[in-house]
């Protein structure tokens, strides 16, 4: 038998078998079930199927991220509801408004763990790879039949593996690295795939580095996309699970007599989840850090991607940055870098938004959300913002924004007559300040 | 199970927030306000002019982006009978499936079929028919065509969870 990728051993285990073949239909049990601003409509779906109770509340995580604070009474109505399922459920996984991005709250919340399955209304939720987890997008009524049933149905998928070697140039970074794979492959490039992440490059990255890789695999068709856990991500993950234990999660095994060590185990355990070195891919890519250089997706397609240089010069009239790819602490911390003592451009609006209450409190204690407002900058709450066009900060038409964000359809941000460049954090903020799309490392003094 | 209409051609990539604004996706909840909100973006002529049983064609990965559901029960709402796409996004070919929209993979019969033109899918005999000629398309899996059947998947587990 040869060996088996990730993806076989993570549904193999979600479904309760030994083993699973590529191509495979199961029924698979998530550990982990998300939702956010979504939950009410998903509660009148589950509702028609007449249970009082959902079958397993504390796998349900919901957070309230999309549209806050509720900028109309319609959106209000709609997370008072929410919170309404949430009480009467006792829904312990449950993040109010301005906590943060859902996947970056249940990221610092360790609320997923490695080779776990987290199923989730939102289709990002590929994002849950960069800690060794198995994420994947699903619909609403299938979130509304996990409530009730706990299970649904998977396809095993075929796997691609994308090995980056050596470490990325300064000024170069993981954003970029994943738009030059989605502009070398296409936006379908990864089709129902599990794009596996290897080598030097990968395990070079900070944690932060390696969480945008895995969310914009969202964007190249990806089913779930996946890092091998290694000694950092289990650094990070045994300091926020203590926070766990102490309230006493039952998951975590809480109320035997040595949570701690069955926490270890239970990380250890995953170890057995890694894809074998003899595993059958679909397709294998490889890339040197060193050939990279900053990438830039351009209106209005994300796989549209060319070299800075190439739109260097554009105006842009908003400058965004923040979102679940890029709003952690890192990217606030590249963009105050270039920021830092000088002025945004006039006639340009910066909005930064960092994706978590922890993301902006260690920017406050750092210096950067300073940095920020002394350059002009505007500060959002933690959330989604006008990632997906519903507020605080919508294009007029014929205006063209820069961001950091995973997605630039047309309308996407509200308004179909404008544009959208995607880039990385320290690009955004220069350009923020120039005016113009600009490389970080050319603008003046 | 046939389903006969006009075919309503697009290119590839066609993307969520064109299918159904994301703007729209926490307030507009009423069948008539989705449905009339269907392809906004895209082809503003759609929604006012769509016909029960037309049939959407698209290229390559039609429905990627967003998890939004609407995107595909504002197709259904307009009685759009099924897809037909060079290949889907994932999750939206879920979603269509789940509300009980046929979604076909058929690279041939997407390329082949022109704007305007009447299209006949035979469900059962797996074949579509438009002017250029008939092409076959693999049959779904039984369980995913017993999702459709039922009308979709809450119907299914309805029914699912009645028999337990
Ligand atoms: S930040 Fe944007 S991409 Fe991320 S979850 Fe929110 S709306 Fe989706």
Redesign the interface.
Known sequence: MSGQTFAQKALARAAGLDFVEVGQ?VDARPDIVLSH??T??IRR?WQ????ERVLIPDRIAITLD??VPAP?T??AQ?HAEIRQFVQEQGIRHFFEVGRGICHQVLSEEAIVLPGQLIL????H?THFGWLGAFGA??????V??LW??GEL?LRVPESMKIVLEGELPPGVTAKDFALRVIGDLG??GG??MSVEFHGSGIEAMSLESRMVLPNMMA?F?A?NAWIAPDAKTVAYLEQRLKRRLEIGDWRLGAGTHSPLSSLQSLISNFQSLLSDADATYAAIHHYRAADLEPSIACPH?V?KVVPLSAVAGTRVQQAFLGTCTNGRLEDLAAAAEVIRGRRVAPGVRFLVIPASSEVLKAALERGYIQDFVEAGAVIGVPGCGPC???HMGIPAPGEVTISSAN?N????M?T?DSEIYLANPAVVAATAVAGVIVDPREIGE | MFITGRAWKYGDNINTDVIFPGKYTYTVTERAEIARHALEDLDPTFAANVQPGDVIVGGRNFGCGSSREQAATCLVYNGVGAIVAVSFSRIFYRNALNNGLLAIACPEAAAAIQPGEQVTIDAEQHVIRCAAGEFAFPPLSASVMGIVAAGGLVEYVKRKLAAA
Do not use: P
């Not at chain 1, 989730?120 to 289709?123: E, K, L, R, T, V």
């Not at chain 1, 359809?409 to 996407?412: D, Q």
């Open positions: 239909v601003d979504n009410a409509a779906i028609q199927f007449g249970q999309h549209a109309t319609k959106h709609n989730g209304a939102d289709s939720t997008g699903i619909g609403r009524s299938e509304a039949t009730a049933t149905w936006a379908d089709l129902y964007e068709g089913k397609s796989d997906m066009g519903n997605r359809f047309r309308g996407r509200g179909a």
